[in-house]
Nanobody, 119 residues
C-alpha cells in the first residue's frame, strides 16, 4: 500500500500564499502520475493540478497562473505552491498518486489538509 501524507495547509489571508507538501512512501519511479485535488463544502472533488512521470504539468483554468505543482525526486515529495489565494480556494486539499500496470490502475489518496482563505 502506497501512503501519501499532506502537510502545509492552514489559514491565509486573500492574496497570500501557501506551500503544500505530499510525501510518498513509494519512489516516483513506481508512480505514473501525481496530482492535487480539492473539495470545497457541498461541492464535488476537483482535480486542478497534475504532474506526470516525465515532469509534464497541467492545470485547471481556475488555478492556472497562480498555482504550481512540482516534485523533489530525492525526497519522493510533490509540492503545490499556491499564490494569490482567493476565498473561493478554501477547501480540503488532497494529494493523489496513480500507478498503472498490466493488472490494472491503482489510485492512492492522502488524508487531506485544510486550506482556508479568509480575512
Amino acid at each position: 500500500q502506497v501512503q501519501l501524507v499532506e502537510s502545509g495547509g492552514g489559514l491565509v489571508q486573500p492574496g497570500g500564499s501557501l506551500r503544500l507538501s505530499c510525501a510518498a512512501s513509494a519512489t516516483f519511479f513506481s508512480l505514473d502520475a501525481m496530482g492535487w485535488y480539492r473539495q470545497a463544502p457541498g461541492k464535488q472533488r476537483e482535480l486542478f493540478a497534475i504532474i506526470g512521470s516525465g515532469g509534464t504539468t497541467n492545470y485547471a483554468d481556475s488555478v492556472k497562473g497562480r498555482f504550481t505543482i512540482s516534485r523533489d525526486n530525492a525526497k519522493n515529495t510533490v509540492y503545490l505552491q499556491a499564490n494569490s489565494l482567493k476565498p473561493e480556494d478554501t477547501a480540503v486539499y488532497y494529494c493523489n498518486a496513480v500507478r498503472i500496470n498490466r493488472c490494472g490502475t491503482y489510485t492512492y489518496w492522502g488524508q487531506g489538509t485544510q486550506v482556508t482563505v479568509s480575512s
